[in-house]
């Protein structure tokens, strides 16, 4: 492993986990914000609808890398219960609004991961990369959890315009840390997200499977199919401690 000067680290079932719950509470914020706005959908039937649509439109943006957006999700999912409303109508920005003022109550740090990155900080520069269509609930959710501190760069997709494993995103990554990519360290949990898209962008992959080992419920789009490494001696740790082995054997 080439000397490394700073360490990316991607956001979901990476620093921070979900309940298995909270989807369904932040679903149940956005329906009640569409009732309130005058449209009465079934939770159930639009649950399923969305969630097809996430994947639908996750699915699309693998293959250019441009992020999606849940008020597009949110609009498809609403046709398939025949209401026509478009991306950007205000009663959908209420929603998105609504959906996202949930995940405060269900979204914690792993296990150590203040320590970890107080002490990380003390030797690399530290940057966030992370899949998340809405920036400003990420930075919000960061802020809450105390997350935000430690890092000298934090990178949203939704903010970008593009999402992991496009290399335009790694190589913002790689020019806001001010370092070059063989010397970033990058950690993220997808195997085709962080692992395959860093390695593209000659970037050093450490594959966090915290999540996969706990068996918690991943996001729509996300892989966690070991097969899917494409390099056997990538690092893979299940925690915090095993992360600073790597580094600091």
């Given amino acids: 492993m080439a000397p490394i000067k700073a360490i990316g680290f991607d956001l979901f079932n990476t620093l921070i986990m979900a309940e298995p719950w909270g989807i369904?509470?932040?679903?149940?914020?956005?329906?009640?914000?569409?009732?309130?706005?005058?449209?009465?959908?079934?939770?159930?039937?639009?649950k399923q609808a969305y969630r097809d649509a996430a994947v639908r439109f996750i699915r699309e943006a693998g293959l250019d890398g441009r992020e999606t957006h849940n008020r597009f999700w949110i609009s498809a999912a609403l046709g398939e219960l025949g209401y026509t409303l478009a991306p950007d109508d205000p009663r959908i920005s209420s929603g998105v609004e609504a959906y996202f003022s949930a995940f405060p109550d269900f979204c914690h740090p792993v296990p150590e991961t203040?320590?970890?990155?107080?002490r990380l900080g003390d030797s690399y520069r530290l940057g966030l990369l992370s899949n998340f269509t809405h920036a400003p609930a990420a930075l919000k959710l960061?802020?809450?959890?105390?997350?935000?501190?430690?890092?000298?760069?934090?990178?949203?997709?939704?903010?970008?315009?593009?999402?992991?494993?496009?290399?335009?995103?790694?190589d913002r990554l790689t020019h806001s840390?001010?370092?070059?990519?063989?010397?970033?360290?990058?950690?993220?949990?997808?195997?085709?997200?962080?692992?395959?898209?860093?390695?593209?962008?000659?970037?050093?992959?450490?594959?966090f499977t915290y999540a996969r080992d706990?068996?918690?419920?991943?996001?729509?789009?996300a892989k966690a199919d070991p097969s899917k490494i494409p390099d056997a001696h990538i690092p893979s740790v299940s925690?915090?401690?095993?992360?600073?082995?790597?580094l600091y054997r």
């Fill in 177 to 207: 840390l001010g370092v070059d990519g063989k010397e970033i360290l990058y950690v993220g949990d997808d195997p085709e997200s962080d692992i395959k898209g860093a390695l593209n962008a000659g970037i050093q992959p450490v594959w």
């Fill in 114 to 118: 203040h320590a970890t990155l107080e």
């Fill in 214 to 221: 706990m068996g918690s419920p991943l996001p729509p789009g």
């Fill in 142 to 170: 960061m802020d809450h959890l105390d997350l935000a501190r430690f890092f000298e760069v934090i990178l949203i997709s939704g903010a970008i315009g593009f999402r992991k494993p496009h290399p335009l995103v790694f």
């Fill in 239 to 246: 925690s915090w401690g095993e992360l600073l082995d790597v």
């Fill in 24 to 46: 369904n509470e932040a679903l149940a914020r956005l329906t009640a914000s569409l009732a309130d706005n005058g449209i009465a959908v079934e939770q159930e039937a639009f």
